[in-house]
């Protein structure tokens, strides 16, 4: 079973920065790729951030510049530092993990979310 943990969301003033981090435990599965979404009330969970298991990394237009996504290969973490912080990047944050099944069949996993509240 794979276990996502999300942690470091909270309230801050627009300009400021957060590092949120997710601890991901696995058991038998080859993740592939792991990331952060964002989503708001009433809204569509966008995705934020990816970072592909060769390392490859995606970002969302609106974050490009600002945030960045890395892994804790020690500490089996999933980190997202976000800098200039806007009152648009409020939210719920989730972490993400993509596991390979089989050939062609992927599971998306799924944190539980932490709250990212920025004032303006």
Not at 2 to 17: F, I, P, T, Y
Request: aromatic share 6%; proline share 2%; net charge positive.
């Amino acid at each position: 079973q794979v276990q996502l943990v999300e942690s470091g969301g909270g309230l801050v003033q627009a300009g400021g920065s957060l590092r949120l981090s997710c601890a991901v435990s696995e058991n038998g599965v080859s993740i592939i790729e792991r990331g952060w979404y964002r989503q708001t009330p009433g809204t569509q969970r966008e995705m934020v951030a990816t970072i592909h298991s060769s390392g490859v990394e995606r970002y969302s237009d609106s974050v490009k510049g600002r945030f960045t996504i890395s892994r804790d290969y020690r500490a089996r973490t999933v980190s997202l530092q976000m800098n200039k912080l806007t009152p648009e990047d409020s939210g719920v944050y989730y972490c993400q993990a993509v596991a390979i099944i089989d050939i062609g069949k992927r599971r998306e996993h799924w944190g539980q979310g932490t709250q990212v509240t920025v004032s303006a």
